[in-house]
C-alpha cells in the first residue's frame, strides 16, 4: 500500500487537473468541487477539439482556475507542479479511429506529454502524487476471461500503444526516481459532456438528426460500459490512498456488443433497428476488452454505484435535451460512418 492521506489533508489538497474541459475531466472537476468544500483546482488544457469550454458552465468558484497550456510545454507545467499537492492527467488524444488516420498528435500528447509531467514533477522541491489515468485497451484484446493488472500489454491501435508507452515510463519513473505514480485503468465510459464521436453520443445525436447509425463490421464487437461518475469516484479513492507505484482497473461488469448498446439506445428514443447501417470495420478492431477490478474493489473499497439502464437512460436524455452542448461542435467528420478513413 501507498501513502495514505488524511481525510482533511484530501479536502484541502490542491489539484492540478490536466484536460479538465474534456469529457472524465470536466466531470472529476465537478465531482471533487462539490463533494469537498475546500478542495482547489487548476484545469490546465490546451483547447483541441475534444474539449469544450460548456464542459464546465456554472463551474463558478475561486477554489478554480483554468490555465491554457499544453502538458508537452514543459516550462508551463514545472511552473504550475509547484502550487498543488497532487496531479490527475486526463489530458490525451483518445480517438482509435484518429490515431489510425494520424498517429502523430496521439505520440506528442500521449508520451510527450506525460513525459514533460514526470520531469516537472522530478526536479519539484517536494512530493507530488501522480494519477495517471490509462485505459483497459492498454492489454488489447482478450477472448475468454479478463485482463488482471500483472498481465502483459498487447496495445492494438497508435492509441493505446502511446497510453501503454505511458504507463511504462510511469513505473520506470517511480522506480528510478521514487515518483509517487498510481495508474488508473478505466474501461469505456459513458456519460453527459463526452464528444460526439464516441458511440453512445454519436448514436443518440445521429439519431436526432434523422440519420443512420453506423456500427463496425458485424457490431459483435464486446465492450465493458462504466458510467463517468463511477470512475470519479474511483479516482477519488486513488488520489487519497492508492499504492505508489500500483496499477488499478476499473470496471464494471456491463459487457456488451456494440450493437446491443445501440439498440438499447434506439429503443430508449423509440426508434426502429432499421436505422443500423453496417459499415467497413476499421483496422486492428479488437473483438472484446475485459478487465479484473478486483484489486480497486478489495484495496479501496470502491464498487460502481450506478446501474447500466438506468445510466444509459439518463445519458440519452441529458443529449436530447442539450442540443445547445452538441450543435455547435458536431460536422459531418465528426459523425462521420467510417472516420478512420478521413484526413483530420
Partial sequence: MGLVLPTAQVKTMKLLVTGGYGFIGSNFIRYMLEKYPDAQIINVDNLSYGSNFKNLSGVNTERY???KGDIADYTLIQRLVEDVDAI???????????????????FRSNVDGVLSILEAVRK???????????????YGE?????????????????????????????????????????????????????????????????????????????????????????????????????????IYNISAGNEFENIEVVKMILAIMGKSDNLIEFVEDRPGHDVRYSIDATKIKREMGWKPKHSFHESLRRTVEWYVNNEWWWR?????KILHSTPWKLKW
Avoid at 88 to 106: G, M, Q
Avoid at 127 to 136: A, C, F, G, K
Avoid at 149 to 173: F, G, H, V, W
Avoid at 188 to 199: A, D, M, R
Fill in 328 to 332: 455547435p461542435i458536431i460536422s459531418g
Fill in 88 to 106: 490527475v492527467n486526463f489530458a490525451a488524444e483518445t480517438h482509435v479511429d484518429r490515431s489510425i488516420a494520424d498517429p502523430h498528435l496521439f
Fill in 65 to 67: 482556475k483554468f490555465v
Fill in 124 to 138: 519539484a522541491r517536494k512530493s507530488v502524487r501522480i494519477i495517471q489515468i490509462s485505459t483497459d485497451e492498454v
Fill in 142 to 246: 482478450i477472448l475468454d476471461g479478463s485482463f488482471k493488472e500483472s498481465d502483459r500489454l498487447n496495445p492494438s491501435s497508435p492509441y493505446s500503444a502511446t497510453k501503454a508507452a505511458a504507463d511504462m515510463i510511469c513505473l520506470a519513473y517511480h522506480r528510478t526516481f521514487n515518483l509517487d505514480i498510481v495508474i488508473a485503468r478505466p474501461t469505456n465510459n459513458f456519460g453527459p459532456y463526452q464528444f460526439p464521436e464516441k458511440l453512445i453520443p454519436k448514436t443518440i445525436i445521429r439519431v436526432k438528426l434523422g440519420q443512420k447509425v453506423p456500427i463496425y463490421g458485424t457490431g459483435k464487437n464486446v465492450r465493458d460500459w462504466l458510467y463517468v461518475m463511477d470512475t470519479c469516484e474511483a479516482i477519488d479513492l486513488l488520489l487519497k490512498g492508492g499504492g505508489s507505484g500500483e
